[in-house]
T-cell receptor, first 112, second 113 residues
Framework: DAGVTQSPTHLIKTRGQQVTLRCSPKSGHDTVSWYQQALGQGPQFIFQYYEEEERQRGNFPDRFSGHQFPNYSSELNVNALLLGDSALYLC???????????FGPGTRLTVT | KNQVEQSPQSLIILEGKNCTLQCNYTVSPFSNLRWYKQDTGRGPVSLTIMTFSENTKSNGRYTATLDADTKQSSLHITASQLSDSASYICVVTFSGGYNKLIFGAGTRLAVHP
């Protein structure tokens, strides 16, 4: 039973570019949440997807958008990258009727 | 405002020693509190989970306590090992919405030989 997987592991982008991060949830999970974790900080909630729709959103600008596919996998897109977007991006999956979230290994994004 | 505060920010201990990490929260209503261990550059891994009616939960050398009246939790690590070096994050589930997780900033623990 595979856990939560994320790709790519590491990514380097230039300011102003766009990036897409991917997440496959744990088997049996239907909800995906995305978090941004700056160095030395706790994860900050970006948004959550359920039934292919954004169900709730944290305090992030519209440059951050996402998508959930019928197989429950998800993408996080960030447009017009800023240096401050450099962080570890974590994906967590859960079954909607419980709150237990399982985290993936993360994608380390560096914006230069 | 729903917040989770952890102390200390960082801690250095010698291998074999015990330590206790603190978590204070103002999240309300809340359904449960978790402690996660996060190795550098990796995703958090759950250590313990407690509902508001539970006072203590153990997982090997890790023991978490919860006082829902004072809104405080602690994580006690016994007989520390070098592999315990990591960040420990306290997470409270806000049950007023879609089970939104509120994260603390974490305590960075370094265990030295």
């Amino acid at each position: 039973d595979a856990g939560v997987t994320q790709s790519p592991t590491h990514l380097i982008k230039t300011r102003g570019q766009q990036v897409t991060l991917r997440c496959s949830p744990k088997s049996g999970h239907d909800t995906v949440s995305w978090y941004q974790q700056a160095l030395g900080q706790g994860p900050q909630f970006i948004f959550q997807y359920y039934e292919e729709e954004e169900r709730q959103r944290g305090n992030f600008p519209d440059r951050f958008s996402g998508h959930q596919f019928p197989n429950y996998s998800s993408e996080l897109n960030v447009n017009a990258l800023l240096l401050g977007d450099s962080a570890l991006y974590l994906c967590a999956s859960s079954f909607t009727k419980t709150s237990e979230q399982y985290f993936g290994p993360g994608t380390r994004l560096t914006v230069t | 405002k729903n917040q989770v505060e952890q102390s200390p920010q960082s801690l250095i201990i010698l291998e074999g020693k015990n330590c206790t990490l603190q978590c204070n929260y103002t999240v309300s209503p809340f359904s449960n509190l978790r402690w996660y261990k996060q190795d550098t550059g990796r995703g958090p891994v759950s250590l313990t989970i407690m509902t508001f009616s539970e006072n203590t939960k153990s997982n090997g050398r890790y023991t978490a306590t919860l006082d829902a009246d004072t809104k405080q939790s602690s994580l006690h690590i016994t007989a520390s090992q070098l592999s315990d070096s990591a960040s420990y994050i306290c997470v409270v589930t806000f049950s007023g919405g879609y089970n939104k997780l509120i994260f603390g900033a974490g305590t960075r623990l370094a265990v030295h030989p």
